[in-house]
């Protein structure tokens, strides 16, 4: 068979190990996974609650403009729904905004090295260029992903936090970057873990109004505890969301991850939590580093990538220990999403004995 050219040479993204795929094959009984960067706390009451409620409705069609949880997005962030573009994951959103703006193999799509491994598949998916732009401190170099910027460009992606490094830019430096980027390139400013800063001072949603090319994506994977059931969202301008809407296929979000993603929305409480238990792991984690002598990057998310001599071996001889995290790109770094303070114990204790 002749697949496209542009499909040849990429390689499926690899998720982090399920639990149950090691437990089989190293007959463990008890093993933790800090590898996909999840809500450790497991979803909350409240919304498996209110998705035991919508299974009766699942054998519709779901909403495909997806209103309710629209309205209900529009109303905690403060912006009009047409504003908002759901997605299957905002995984999926991203590849939707690739598809918008990107088609010949001369666009170029600018992102930085060791960034979100989705950003150079789906510019590869679609046959076009990548830039990478080196890293520096482990996070985007802002000043030459702008020498970067050509004719050519249609995307630029920018996280932030970034995954798997962790690190963050501060306002200042994104507001500064967006003012010297051409109206006409759209930037995505891919905030999966925004929640876990202080929301209360995010000024970036109020950027869509003097910058018509920013697109900032959100997920409910990670602070809002849903990763199974795949919800992410856009908000841009009207006319860039009238533009996703029209390769987005009709029922992208299912049923239950919608009224889901609405109940998780409105149990404050519970993201509350989920930042406080995530925010003592993270110091918990730098700490337990420290105190191994190990190199970690400060993170800004619900992970951290700490470095050891060999991240391969390391990995594997967690594995053994009934531990799972992940190896990433960046050489001699293993990224471990934060747990419970018992998960974190145990993952510090495994990585105390295989070092
Ligand atoms: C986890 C993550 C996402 C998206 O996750 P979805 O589950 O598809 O919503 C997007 N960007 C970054 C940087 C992430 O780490």
Not at 25 to 41: D, R
Not at 314 to 339: A, D, Q
Request: hydrophobic share 45%; aromatic share 8%.
């Amino acid at each position: 068979m002749n697949a496209c050219k542009s499909i040849l040479g990429l390689r499926p993204y690899q998720g982090g190990k399920p639990i149950e795929e090691l437990k089989r094959e190293l007959g463990l009984e008890t093993v933790i996974k800090l590898a996909s960067n999840e809500n450790p706390l497991g979803a909350s009451v409240k919304v498996i609650e209110a998705i035991k409620k919508s299974l009766a409705e699942i054998y519709r069609y779901p909403d495909g403009n997806g209103f309710s949880l629209k309205s209900a997005l529009g109303a905690h962030l403060g912006v009009s729904i047409d504003t908002l573009t759901l997605g299957n994951g905002s995984n999926e959103v991203l590849e939707l905004i690739a598809r918008v703006f990107v088609s010949e193999a001369s666009d170029e799509v600018i992102f930085s090295q060791y960034a979100f491994p989705v950003y150079p598949l789906a510019t590869q998916a679609l046959g076009a260029t990548a830039k990478v732009t080196p890293a520096k401190n482990f996070g985007h170099d802002l000043e030459a992903m702008l020498s970067k910027i050509n004719n050519n460009t249609k995307l630029i992606f920018v996280a932030n936090p970034n995954n798997p490094t962790g690190t963050l830019l501060s306002n200042d430096e994104l507001h500064n970057f967006l003012e010297r980027v051409p109206e006409t390139i759209p930037v995505v400013l891919d905030q999966a873990y925004i929640e876990y800063l202080n929301a209360d001072d995010d000024p970036t949603i109020s950027w869509l109004d003097a910058f018509s090319n920013l697109i900032i994506t959100r997920t409910f994977s990670k602070a809002y505890g849903l990763a199974g059931l795949r919800v992410g969202y856009a908000i841009s301008s009207t006319e860039i969301a009238d533009y996703i809407n029209r390769v987005r296929e009709p029922f992208n979000v299912n049923h239950v991850a919608q009224s889901a993603a609405i109940a998780a929305l409105a149990d404050d409480e519970y993201l509350q939590t989920s930042i406080k238990v995530n925010n003592a792991g993270v110091k918990q984690l730098e700490a337990g580093f420290a105190k191994l002598g190990l190199t970690f990057i400060a993170s800004s998310a619900n992970f951290v990538a700490v470095e050891v001599v060999n991240a391969n071996d390391t990995f594997e001889k967690l594995l053994r220990e009934g531990v799972i995290v992940r190896p990433v790109e960046m050489p001699n770094y293993l990224r471990v999403s934060v747990g419970t303070e018992d998960e974190n114990t145990r993952l510090l204790e495994a990585l105390e004995t295989v070092l």
